[in-house]
């Protein structure tokens, strides 16, 4: 089983926005999958399903960015998963809109929501899927709570549905697999 995580926070005035990139790639899969997210558990809305005979559970945190490892720490105990059995999908600022890059671990590189993670479950060794939303122009906070101009938008349909399949080479394959075949992957778009 695997656990499929996507970061964001919840609410109406976050959807869209370039820090929730991980929650639209949990819907995509959602959508692909037939999964419904339609339960409320561990901190979060989840749903399980399964991709190429492989049962997975979806997870959107709902304790917003910087809490989210709470709610992923309640599920590795409730179905004992192993670090490698959970895939974090969320924003990266410093990769550009477009550009897709799997890790097997590392630190958290400023990013709350990863160091939530690491906090909560004691290690910083877990597979993740880092969909690239630009450096910003002006400050942090409201670059990632900002939201994606029309020519970005084109982009992120392609590398959502790359990380998709980034994901269900991990699960198949395992993330050095997913790693060579898709570090460096850049939509068609940004040229």
């Known amino acids: 089983m695997f656990l499929i995580v996507g970061l964001g926070n919840p609410g109406k005035e976050y959807d ?7 929650f639209e ?34 997870l959107k945190p709902t304790t917003y960015m910087n809490l ?8 590795i105990n409730f179905y004992k998963l192993e670090n490698d059995e959970v895939i974090v999908i969320y924003d990266d600022i410093s990769l550009e809109v477009g550009k897709l890059r799997i890790r097997e671990k590392g630190s958290a590189g400023g ?8 906090a909560n479950i004691g290690t910083d060794i877990f597979p ?12 942090l906070v409201s670059h990632v709570l900002g939201r994606f ?27 050095k697999e997913a790693m060579n075949r898709f570090n460096g992957f850049k939509t068609s778009k940004k040229e």
């Open 111 to 118: 990013h709350n929501g990863i160091k939530s993670i690491i």
């Open 149 to 175: 101009n029309k020519e970005d938008m084109d982009s992120l349909i392609e590398v959502i549905d790359a990380s998709s399949k980034a994901v269900e080479v991990i699960i198949k394959d395992g993330t």
């Open 68 to 75: 989210s490892g709470e709610s992923i720490r309640e599920v």
């Open 25 to 58: 790639a949990i819907d995509y899969i959602s959508n692909k999958y037939n999964i419904d997210i339609n339960r409320t558990k561990f901190k979060g809305v989840y749903g399980e399903g399964f991709i190429n005979n492989n049962k997975v559970i979806l």
């Open 128 to 139: 993740r899927v880092k969909i690239g939303v630009g450096q910003p122009t002006s400050d």
């Open 16 to 22: 869209g926005t370039r820090h929730n990139i991980g």
